[in-house]
């Protein structure tokens, strides 16, 4: 998806210039908002949405037990939103008791959908 946007801002040129691949990036980011991004988002329950911002906290990766207090539930009951998140492919394990995200660059739209309150 990226490489197509970033070609056809110029189709008839032998190379890319950082303009065409900051156009095409930002088409291509335009693209997976609207088609996948903003619906993965609606489908989200309540407790999804906690699971999900007790995530942006952290950096690389993120504690089971670190979400599960943020959310103010047991790790238990966080187990079962992770699992959830899991078989979605919005998050993924990172080694026992750690995940993160795994569907590129939606962290950063549901941090500006939260930031922005949209």
Do not use: C
Not at 47 to 60: G, H, N, S, V, Y
């Amino acid at each position: 998806m990226f490489g197509y946007h970033i070609w056809r801002q110029n189709p008839d040129k032998k190379n890319i210039s950082i303009e065409d691949a900051k156009e095409g990036v930002l088409l291509a980011q335009n693209d997976l908002e609207r088609m996948i991004y903003s619906s993965t988002f609606r489908d989200l329950s309540e407790k999804d949405l906690a699971f999900l911002t007790a995530m942006l906290e952290d950096e690389e990766y993120s504690k089971i037990s670190n979400i599960a207090a943020r959310m103010n539930v047991s790790s238990k009951y966080a187990g079962e939103y992770r699992k959830r998140l899991i078989a979605q492919g919005i998050i993924g394990s990172r080694g026992y008791g750690k995940v993160a995200f795994d569907l590129p660059m939606f962290r950063e739209y549901l941090h500006t959908r939260i930031m922005h309150n949209l």
